[in-house]
């Protein structure tokens, strides 16, 4: 055995910090027993230590890497931006759109497309590395790459079909943050069962060609690399089909997504197809359990809402791109009241940062109830420390990788801990003067600066003094496809 010994004087247990804890870390695992209380100087001599405050790594839960790419080029009314022409902007046909003059999801969904249409394996290679670099920096250790962009723009197969996919697989290997891989099944152009449109094409499998994606997928998985499956939405998926693939997938025990109820239109055109509410009609027709993720959820009467809670899936919240597009607001307190486990995602990357995500998350529910400390409780008082410790539990179940912890397996059987762990910077102005009861409070509410420091992924140190380990050759090459890809309109 090779273990390495660090020490630090604040560490992140689930239930808070605890002081003067050591972590041995073995193969990139926490060693069972592993914190213990530093008694002797003897003890703390042989460890090495890190800083004042040591968190977990925040999975991510929910990420379209592709999208990393065009983030910023969606805010002019009308869709004229810098990658998409004109002429592009206007031959769309934007359901739920009144007006030319009316901008919305579907519209910034038709310029979305009018983007993904033009990224191929090494352009998604270079982007992803890029976003995946960024997400280490701001603190994320694992993401659930919710992944639909499997074929060429005009719909046929790669020669390698899964190329794409392999093309998130070795960004994510380069840029040394762990992966939870969920191909998508993507198969109708909405409820009615239409086909396809012309851009949503490169995206469409049939089952059985799906299933082959994931097997195949499934045989690389590794401590860093996770196979799930996904579902895009109730939309882009028919009844028979769903059921084929949860049945080919029971007992497999991988991670099962779905964006669900993010719109009101979808809740109107399920309602009128199905005579049924999205998040209800999912709970009535799947065994939705603690392996289901179901992203967005934003629309749920009170009712749905207690049910999901009690399912034990996760809602993957994505609170930066849920405001960017307009999408509404998650019923957060009934959830957290009835139990519910969330987590988050940063989902279109217009922002990359989960203290953005925590921090909006929660002025969402500030904003709409005029109340303040709106998640926080009696027993638990910290806002900060209450959506730190969800997203953690719930990120962790979402990817459903052994990570969002530092204390030791709770009994022999259960898998050992992944050490992903970050130092904050205890230098920053920050955290001056603040005690422990108020430094994830201070880190998640206040300013913008950076206060992630070091991180470590299975082990490994990726980001050192803020900068990650390869980021400077990864960065030239975006710079150089994303330039290309602009020049392409
Ligand atoms: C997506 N993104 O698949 O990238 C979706 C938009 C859709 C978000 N919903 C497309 N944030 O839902 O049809
Ligand atoms: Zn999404």
Known sequence: MNVTQYFADQVWLPRGFASNLRIDVDDGRLLPGASLDIETNAVRDAAERIGRYVVPGMPNLHSHAFQRAMAGLAEHRGQVCAIIPHRENQKAAVPGRTSQQEDSFWSWREVMYAFAGRVGPDDLHAIAAQLYVEMLKAGYTQVCE????????????YDDPAAMSLALIEAAREA?????????????????????????RRFGHDVDGYLRLVERLRT?????????????????????????????????GGPIHIHIAEQLGEVQDCLALRNARPVEWLLDHADVDRRWCLV????????ETRRLAASGAVAGLCPTTEANLGDGVFPLKTYLDAGGVIGIGSDSHISVSPVEELRWLEYGQRLATRHRNVVASSQAPSTGEVLFAGALRGGARASAVAIGRLDAAANATDEAPRADLLVLDDASPSLAGRDVAHAIDSWIFAGNMNLVRNVMVAGNWVVRDFRHRDEERIAARYRGVVERLARAG
Do not use: C, N, W
Request: glycine content about 10%; aromatic content about 6%; proline content about 6%.
């Open 146 to 157: 919710f992944h639909y962009l499997h074929h060429r723009p005009d719909g046929k197969p």
């Open 176 to 200: 040394g943050i762990g992966l939870t891989l969920l191909p998508t099944l993507y198969m109708t152009g909405g409820f009615d069962g239409r086909a396809l449109s012309e851009r949503q």
């Open 220 to 252: 690389l998985e590794s401590p860093t690399l996770r196979v799930g499956i996904a579902l895009h939405s109730l939309r882009a998926v028919p009844e028979d089909a769903m059921r084929a693939v949860l049945d080919a997938d029971v007992g497999r």
């Open 296 to 303: 967005h959820a934003t629309h749920m009467t009170d009712v």
